[in-house]
């Protein structure tokens, strides 16, 4: 009326008239999450076509929620649930009608991630605009996305709080020291030791852990580390948190979550401390290394087994106190992190686009890394074995039985070195953090079987090894001091975190080393205690021990009735259905892996492979897949090793393979510092190798790029 010159008052009605949009899809998104109240998940709900029928309940919509981020942005879709669509409500010249979806298209999500992530930003742009959360109407046609209406969201309060469900996992860390299906009883003790020996002290600190955040968490028998905890607990005491990925292993975070800082006393306060617990490990950790070897020396078979059922659990006690008082782990872990952290800031501006190369080349051969020496010592054993007859016979017969090698080399040096090893590395073992894994020491064939692949080794010996080590890291020095030029300082100050780094390394494994010692204690102590379980009649094997957890065991000892035979076979079942599950290394919505099913592996069998470079070196060979340690006897000197994790329980294969593969690992890994020290080239982070590669498969590795190269492109590399 304005617009003709009727009347230039305002009216007291109007009607509006609107056009009506041919929708493609059409729903309703919420700008938090309209159950739980995510401050940091945008809902959306949608249908093809209009979004008539899903307002009057008649048809059930996909259903999604975007994370995101700190500022505001999708990161990306975390849950994705479709339904069956078999018609869409659209716009016709004779009004709207009902258009059957065609059969292949009715599973089909109705919007695309990019839509779906247009959404979430224009949700939270209104959100902002009216200063409370809101749920929107929303069409979205050929040419762009339309917002019809915005409600306020009541009777639900924004949080932006954190629970288990809303964070990441990863099985890195966990995957190299615990076997694929650890026992009920190894997780027990993992989770309790990550909530009193890591996270504890992280809350000594100063960090605040929100609650209901656990540190761990399992699924189909598997355990996960909870990286967005640690994220929060490394951005709290102003460190670098992206730096976790290339240290533990597994994939960087997806949805990185607003983190305040501790205030700067708080921060001074925190350092102090985390000092303190640096200073209690290398003041304190060579005496409690050797008080560790003094209880499993006290604690093997022949001195338990006379043990009575009271004794046996006032022992097991007696360990657990004494660990609990003298855990290091938290602060050498601090110290390796401290100088890691200065040494990816500093490096990268001092050395150049290749400066990890050089400095893992600088870190090979200190000889102050326990888990490595073994490898030298297999080395030496083995050179004895070369100069000794009734040895060299043994070990170079074929076919090859090594039963009965006792009676076979008694009286020989070879066997005299031999136990010596055992003695000193029989306590480690493949999964060694489960009490349930097998030791070095239970499968000795398994370690004659790696002497016997030395003997056909060109490796030249214990000292070619070690003048190789030497060679390897001179140059490195030599590259390192020349990059910096006149700088004194940069050299100096290079130099102290260069020592100070290779201290706390080699403090790091002396503890594996050591802790070991008191696994190796506590596992001989449980299957005395299996053992007399049986006899009363609550087991039926003396390895049933390891299905009960520490809650168990505290309902066996006030002999509680229970029926554990029924519920020890309840798990047994449980842990076989679980063994045929793959289950993903890294979760980032718990809900959709635990209902889901994890995609098939890739089987890209050429071109190249690439990872996180270990330890430098380039060479090639045939591939070898390690499953589990029946497949050492297969290995033969060159191989190129590939498998799952580095666990640190494989170091005796180190020394004949020519070098590692693995799908997960991170270079502060125990398996890594191996690797490293010993100079074995090797590349971790490689998705899909133990699928993507095939038993006995010519490879390069460039383990310095971080590179595979496979089949023909390998070979006509290595050519040029």
Known sequence: ???????????????????????VASGVAYSIHPVTGRSFHVTVNAVPGLAAPLVDGQVAPDHYVVEM?????????????????SSRLTVTDEGLCHKTIPEPARLQSSLSDEQLFDLGRTAKKIEEAFGYPIDLEWAIDSLRLWTLQARPITGVRPS???????????RANFKETMPELPSPLGLSFLERFMDDHIIAPYRRLGCRIPDGLSSTRVLHGRPYLNVTLFHLLVAQLRGDPSLLPEQMGGEPIAAIHKVRPLGWLAFIRAGILMLIEMRR???????WFADMKEFADRSDPQHVNSLSFQDTIQRLDQLDRWLHTHELTFGITGGVAQCLQALNMLLPRWLGPDWRALSNAALQGQGTVISAQQILRLAEIADIGRHEPAAETFLRADPWNPSGFRTRLKGTAFL???DAYLEDYGHRGMGESDVMSQRLVDNPEAILAVLRAHLGSSSGGQEAIRCRQDHARAEAFTEIKRRMGWRLYRWWTYLWLYRRLCRFFALREANRHHLMYLTAATRNLLLHLGDLLVAQGVCESRDDIFFLTLTDRAELLARENRDWRTVIRARRVERERNAVIDPPDTIRDWETARTGSTPAGRHDRSGRLSGIPISI??????VRLLHSPTDWSNVTPGDILVARVIDPGMAPLFGIAGGLIVEMGGTLSHGAIIAREYGLPTVANVEGAMTRLVEGQFVKLDAGAGTIFVDAYARSSSAL
Not at 69 to 85: F, N
Not at 161 to 168: G, I, K, S, V
Not at 617 to 622: E, K, L, M, S
Request: with cysteine.
């Open 416 to 418: 005299q070195a031999f």
């Open 69 to 85: 981020s700190a500022d505001q942005q999708p990161v990306w879709v975390r849950r994705r649930a479709l339904v069956y669509k």
């Open 617 to 622: 070196g380039t060479v090639a060979g045939p």
């Open 1 to 23: 009326m304005i617009e003709r010159g009727i009347n230039r008052a305002a009216p007291s009605m109007a009607v509006v008239i609107q056009p009506m949009l041919d929708a």
């Open 281 to 287: 490990a290398t003041v304190h950790g060579t005496a």
């Open 160 to 170: 932006s709080e954190l629970t288990d469900d809303d964070c990441e996992w990863s």
